[in-house]
């Protein structure tokens, strides 16, 4: 049976990534910790090289390669951030690398493993089917494959955290990392069961399977090796919404001006849902920081909408001079900025002599939304809050 790596193999790696990986930092969040009634601490692995922890795991495989496996060049199947560590550290060691992604792989996530030197390869439509054609591509080349999570030593890089959770908050009571296919976990675990027995440590996945914000753990369950791993390491197992992911994403950029992709915010989602449990002083694992300009976008406005910081509402105007200036002044009077003005004549169920009108304006807060409500409603208009 393969066996888990030991606590002086996860020091043997963190000697191997000396100089090549950052010792990221933890950061405290006073808004964070009041949020989530407990004291909350960051371990920003999105400002790791290739904006993600899979450099640790990637370069302690690579650099223990033979001869031949190097001359064979690497071949590694990601959604994402594996495919984009594994590029980078095969150019620091002057190997070949090929990765397979799924199809809709994030570009945030293909452009940077293409500018490492890879040579990137979209197959499938989710990470399983990536999977196959890597590990087919290794058959037919007799390429060195490197697992993202099924490998001893990517293990006991990824246990690097571990070694620095333990140094840098030795009083921390309860540690969440990300699951997908287990590596980051298992490897965190190993480290941290071996240093501080006691420690409270709680994975967490996506709630959502397939298509879902956090891209970079949508697997569909975990690995053999790792599974067993966990399941020996964890003290619990736990699941986020896609819209507790969005809350957390949009808190971490505004409150402590990190930028972290959905994966990388399961941690936080699942402490303020309340969902990770235990007590005392708590960290989170920001696991990356790779998420697409484009969805950071959507993300941040369904995020708002969430808070109550836009507000979406559709309402009926007479069909006649004025009428649509004088909705917009009674916004304006409560103190509210109109983002958007969406003016429905034809296609829709309205009377002739009326129009439809939808607006999206930005609000402070949920309360303030309440009033904008009731105010435009004693007025005579009738409101429908679309969100």
């Keep these: 049976m393969e066996t888990a790596p030991s606590l002086s193999e996860i020091q043997e790696a963190r000697a191997r990534l000396d100089g090549i ?4 930092p933890v950061y405290g969040s006073e ?3 009041k949020l989530a009634g407990r004291d909350l601490c960051l371990k920003a692995e999105n400002l790791q090289r290739t904006g993600s922890f899979k450099v640790r795991g990637a370069v302690s495989k690579i650099s223990t390669l033979s001869k031949s496996e190097r001359r064979a060049g690497v071949v590694a199947a990601s959604a994402g951030n594996h495919g984009q560590a594994v590029a980078w550290a095969a150019r620091q060691a002057g190997i070949k690398a090929t990765i397979f992604m799924p199809q809709d792989a994030p570009m945030a996530k293909v452009e940077p493993t293409k500018n490492y030197g890879a040579t990137a390869e979209l197959r499938g439509a989710n990470f ?10 290794v058959e037919s080349t007799g390429a060195t494959f490197v697992h993202p999570y099924e490998d001893e030593r990517v293990i006991a890089g990824q246990g690097t955290i571990g070694l620095e959770i333990a140094e840098q908050v030795p009083d921390v009571e309860t540690v969440v990392i990300p699951v997908g296919g287990g590596g980051l976990a298992s490897g965190i675990s190993l480290a941290l069961r071996a240093l ?6 709680v994975g967490v996945q996506a709630g959502l399977e397939g298509f879902t914000l956090a891209d970079g753990i949508a697997v569909k369950s975990v ?10 390491n964890l003290d619990d197992m736990i699941s986020v919404t896609d819209e507790e992911i969005c809350s ?10 990190l930028v972290v992709e959905g994966a990388g915010a399961v941690g936080v989602a699942a402490l303020l849902s309340g969902k990770a449990g235990g007590e005392g002083r708590a960290l989170a694992l920001l696991s990356g920081g790779n998420i697409d300009p484009t969805m950071l976008i959507s993300v941040m406005r369904h995020g708002l909408t ?5 507000l979406v509402i559709r309402t009926r105007l007479q069909d006649r001079p004025g009428e649509l200036i004088k909705l917009l002044k009674s916004v304006a009077q409560e103190r509210a900025n109109v983002v958007s003005v969406e003016h429905h004549r034809e296609g829709m169920d309205v009377p002739v002599t009326e129009s439809e009108v939808e607006l999206t304006v930005a609000m402070r807060d949920e309360h303030h939304c309440s009033v ?9 208009y009738q409101v429908e809050r679309i969100r």
């Design 21 to 24: 990986a950052r010792v990221t």
């Design 196 to 201: 501080k027995p006691g420690i409270r440590i």
């Design 223 to 232: 690995g053999e090796r790792t599974g067993r791993i966990l399941e020996d």
């Design 31 to 33: 808004t964070l910790s």
């Design 306 to 310: 969430l808070a109550g910081r836009f």
């Design 248 to 257: 957390a994403v949009v808190l971490l950029l505004e409150r402590s001006k």
């Design 372 to 380: 904008m409500l009731e105010s435009l409603r004693s007025l005579g």
């Design 128 to 137: 399983e089917e990536a999977l196959a054609a890597a590990q087919a591509y």
